[in-house]
DNA sequence: CGTTATTTCTTCGAGCATTGAACTTAATTT
DNA sequence: AAATTAAGTTCAATGCTCGAAGAAATAACG
């Protein structure tokens, strides 16, 4: 994660107040204060001057239950005041770039996503000054779209598809055919602001980090199976992107060293034998299936290949299973490296998952020392369209800090 | 990290202070000040302070070179005066723990190792409560043994072969028969000491970062080749460990589900391609080599095979052509998922490196893309029998802040 | 040889964040 | 109505950090 502009710090514990906010959403500041673990007379200070400022308010709920106390009743003693976030304070211009498609959100001060607007074109046949353009062109749209009363815009937000480097450049993207295309500064300097890129892996990792129940857990991996397989790693509770941001390709480690190829060129990649392109492939040979853009089946066909499954077809179980075993090894390697405490899976491929998951199980019991094996948890998690868009949004909230008057 | 004792915490300047000074030894106050990036006021009232109560002193040397001053020379103005740690202001009691060996350390102020002491003893015929009787004699007898003059036992740490779950138990290790042996709080409750248990190799990659020219390298991982295949990672500055501890486990990657058994039980472990016992094994299969501790080969037995490999020996040459190729594919994974900085390959492996590296650097080139590749250097590094206890050194003196007057 | 320049180091007071304690407010229970 | 309970506010005290001013110790310069 980082930033062009100067990183001017606003107070730490205002962020952090800002981020339990946008974390837990509206809270009495009794609870604020023990969720940022500061004493109450503090957080009274930070938020009478937020609340001053027009960013906070107080909301009035008529019989508001109140979960924190036992019982759940209203109970004795001063009843608590549940402050929010003001979604206009501010917002954020993010921009989600996948393949043949821009789309463009605008989210508010509280984390949310307040519009959404998509653009098709085609992002192969562009160069790096159309990309440039054409996102900067959303971003003005977005902008000009906006519904009136917002406050300033803190930053811009750029979740990619591909390999982001150095948060900076993107270095490879399977929407474009450019290669390390400088994507932040030409932004930064057209619209003044701050402007944050990074993986949609990482952004969904952090997004799904960013809910409430997964608040405690410091090393976890989020799976994206889709076209592609990507991942999210949150390691000592933040997004890591190595140091260069080229971190977390799960889908090209390796399964077998002289297996099919894959889209990054070489051979053998967990993602030549678990993505969608390479089930479809292997499923084409085999039955009799519509012929495709190969690199890129659509959602319809995967159902269908996932039907057939369903049906009990021994081929498409196969490839099942056969993708399973790979996916195993992979995880295999990960936790033995990383040792995360959850692996959530994730992405349009968990539609197969129950397919996926019995040779997976067994890949992994067969290759792991249960030691290591016991301290990790897998499940599949709901895969939801709009976590990216969220997860830069966060990423950008998280990363300019907000200072009064500004 | 962890410990037992309650988390007194000291000053935190306090104690970047102490660790930059064992980090880079002694310094005069303005260059600690830069190193710590504090004003020279508040370095100067620490180091006051720290001098008064005798755990610093001014040192005199004479026609002192000024390395920090360009030209060199002593330049002009007044003259800096460095300060050093008093060695003798507090101590700590290291043990390592291999396979039929226990060696104790004595630990100074300053980080380094005052004196040693190893006893040998079948370690895998103790149980869990002779291991601890036996470390709990070994960390006395040093303590009898101290010379006189050292200030307060600040605590003990336990660097070992194998496993370590949540910082506390040693789930397996090489050196023992017995599992899950809780070793922490029977010793914290003896000495009445803060008592920290950590992986070997997390201790070698700690005491690795902790040299001055690996301040700035945040993600690192340490490869530990030897009889068995280790690794620390150093990630975001600190070691990494996983939640539980049993993380980093870089040998128990795997190459081929259906390779060779390996130590742990499963097969296709990169150790069990890589490994000492893993080469001695095969090259005895078809050379002509003493038999041998089968899972254990020496030293001596090691630097034959290598000697062979230096006469061109093609059977010599083809296992550690193989073993490198292992190597790349492990490592291939590694910097797909982590992708850190600087990858250094040591330990007592690292006098075959030369016959690794080509094909090792061959499968990497095969299996990885460039822009993934170029990211990540990798190198051997020494080795050195005293790293592990340096590293479980700085993690005891690092976990227990430093208390005034305690 | 004295003066000036230069650099290190110390001291002191200002500024800031945080907190405990006392207090106020607003509800329920008796 | 009084007592109790809990939330939120205010304020003074604490502690950390730093800038500024000054003291100390040296080299350079005339």
Known sequence: MNRISPEQSGSPTRDRILNALRVHGPQARVDLASIVE???????????????????????????ADSTREGGGRGRGRPKVTIELVPQTAHVIVVKLSINEIQVALGDFTGSTASTHTRSLDTRALSAAELVKAIAEEVERCHRDMSPGYGPCLGIGLAVQGLVRDSDVLAWSPALSVRDVDIVRPLADRFGLSVY?????????????????????????????????GMGLIVGGKVYDGRTGAAAEFGHTKYQMDGPFCHCGRRGCIESFVGDYALYRDARAMLDLPNTDALHPSEEQMQALCDLAARGDPVALGLFEQAGRALGFGLTNLIALISPSLILVSGSGVRAYEYLEPSMRRSLGDALVETLLANTEIRPYRWDEDLTLRGIIALVLGGVPFQLGA
């Open 38 to 64: 500061m004493s109450p007379a503090t957080v009274s200070g930070v938020t009478g001057e937020l609340v001053r400022a027009g960013a906070m308010r107080e909301v009035f709920e008529r019989d508001a």
């Open 197 to 229: 890129a990074a993986n949609d892996a990482n952004c969904i990792a952090l997004a799904i980090r960013n809910r409430p129940e997964f608040q405690s857990i410091d090393n976890m991996a989020v799976l994206m199976l889709g076209t592609g397989v």
